[in-house]
């Protein structure tokens, strides 16, 4: 069956279930994603506009670090509510999270300065079984890195799945790399506490593991090509977690977070690609900056999506993205918990796909109740509804169309301008032959409000009804 043919049956039953006044779940993430093949700044899930071409899939939303392994203060760790989790997701009418691994059984997060908590967290259930012989250096059972820990696929699995059903696409994390990378050494706390609690360090597994290959405790070796025992052990839990999620169809695949030098993210992209061209389904596979890679690295690789650092510039205002690979772009890695709501229609009108690290509940770092990322929250779906909305396929950056230079347009036909301060913006419509609709749209209520039309073939000021930020819609009446 068509996925055209789909939405139109999920669509009616959808209306009688309303009529009956039942509750319907989001329609589940049609997949795999790939590129777009015309405008690569966003996937395609293979349905179709009226006139047969390809529509564009926009990702948006939030993601938390206990989202897969729990993380808690005590020993007795409390488990994470997935079930809750999406039912948030699903009323900010998000699409996509990170799903988060982690490398070490602690987390001690001293190491994030300001973000409201000073204490160690212990983390499980990591992907290797702790069976022993012997005690690692927390007291329980040695891994054996041999053996793959059931709990952790079968939860992997559990959560993206349940995730498809409502319409969120997951980014399974295979490596986190903030850890050995930025943690291990940070000033104010335990030195060497990541790779203390690592399955590699060698007092914590059965198998003659070590990941400092030089002695100098900065085991960055680890995620590097440099011990072919670990290379090893990695290549098998790589295909672990394909052989686990493969035959998903909102998967993708992120190799690390923050972390890996570049040979080995490379080779860990290749991995994938490799592995799942033996499989029934092939999944984006993506790279983050803030690691041991920069931007123009990460174009360069196999790639099919990648997140920009903010040590790039991809802060706030994000440059227009050029459209070579999807952009993920992520508060994750320009500020860690940071941003606000006009960051997300700037960085969206400028091509990027914007993304949330959330507080979510604040069990593990930050505010849930920031007023500031509520919006955030909220504007990720109104974008979310926008991009369903447009051609989004057809349109493309042009910051010189707006005289505030956030303009997303398929000029002649549509446009989305974002008004920063509010006031009057001038928008070149040159390319219209006719009338537009206008609409006006207030990210701080959710308000629409219909504009008179207005003329095509020249430069045209507009003014908002109302106060403050603002988006402008206008579309051809042709």
Request: proline fraction near 6%; hydrophobic fraction near 35%; aromatic fraction near 12%.
């Amino acid at each position: 069956m068509k996925r055209n043919q789909q939405v139109a049956i999920w669509m009616v039953v959808c209306l009688m279930s309303s009529l009956q006044g039942i509750v319907t779940a989001a329609m589940p993430a049609a997949g795999p994603l790939r590129v777009h093949p015309h405008n690569p700044r966003y996937f395609t899930d293979g349905t179709e506009n009226a006139d047969g071409s390809l529509k564009a899939v926009y990702l948006t939303g939030s993601h938390t670090w206990n989202n897969l392994v729990d993380m808690d203060r005590a020993d007795a760790l409390a488990p994470f509510d997935f079930g809750a989790y999406l039912e948030f997701l699903r009323e900010y009418d998000h699409n996509f999270i990170r799903l988060w691994t982690w490398d070490s059984l602690t987390w001690v997060t001293q190491a994030n300065g300001g973000l409201g908590k000073d204490f160690v967290h212990q983390v499980a259930p990591l992907p290797w079984a702790r069976i022993g012989p012997g005690e690692a250096l927390d007291g329980k059972p040695r891994f054996d890195l041999t053996k793959f820990n059931p709990e952790y696929f079968d939860r992997l699995r559990t959560r993206v799945r349940a995730a498809g059903e409502r319409g969120i696409y997951v980014s399974v994390m295979l490596f986190e790399g903030w850890g050995l990378r930025h943690g291990n050494r940070r000033s104010g706390t335990p030195d060497g506490w990541a790779y203390r609690g690592h399955p590699f360090h060698p007092d914590n597994n059965t198998n003659a593991i070590t990941g400092d290959l030089n002695g100098d405790g900065n085991v960055l070796e680890i995620h590097s090509l440099a011990i072919r025992s670990i290379t090893a052990l990695q290549e098998a839990y790589i295909r672990k977690v394909v052989d686990t999620v493969n035959d998903l169809d909102n998967v993708l695949f992120e190799v690390i977070n923050e972390g890996g030098e570049k040979e080995w993210n490379w080779w860990v992209v290749k991995t994938i690609q490799d592995y799942e061209r033996t499989k029934p389904k092939q999944h984006p596979v993506g790279l983050t900056g803030h690691g041991g890679e920069r931007t123009d690295s990460m174009l360069a690789s196999s790639a099919d999506w990648i997140s920009p650092g903010g040590q790039d510039g991809y802060r706030d205002p994000a440059p227009a993205w050029d459209g070579k690979k999807v952009s993920l772009l992520d508060t994750d890695h320009i500020w860690g918990v940071g941003g606000n709501h006009g960051w997300v229609w700037r960085s969206f009108l400028r091509g990027h796909n914007p993304i949330f690290m959330d507080p979510y509940d604040g069990s593990v770092l930050g505010n849930r109740f920031d007023p500031k990322f509520e919006l955030l929250r909220r504007n990720m779906g109104y974008t979310l509804r926008y991009a369903n909305k447009v051609n989004l396929a057809a349109m493309t950056p042009r910051s010189e169309l707006a005289s505030t230079g956030f303009c997303l347009a398929d000029p002649g036909k549509e446009y989305l301008v974002y008004l920063t301060d509010g006031g009057e913006v001038t928008v070149d419509l040159g390319a219209v032959s006719g009338e537009l609709f206008v609409e006006w749209f207030n990210p701080r209520t959710g308000e629409t409000t219909e504009g008179p039309r207005a003329s095509g073939g020249r430069r045209q000021a507009f003014q908002p009804p109302f106060q403050g930020d603002a988006v402008l819609y206008l579309k051809s009446a042709r």
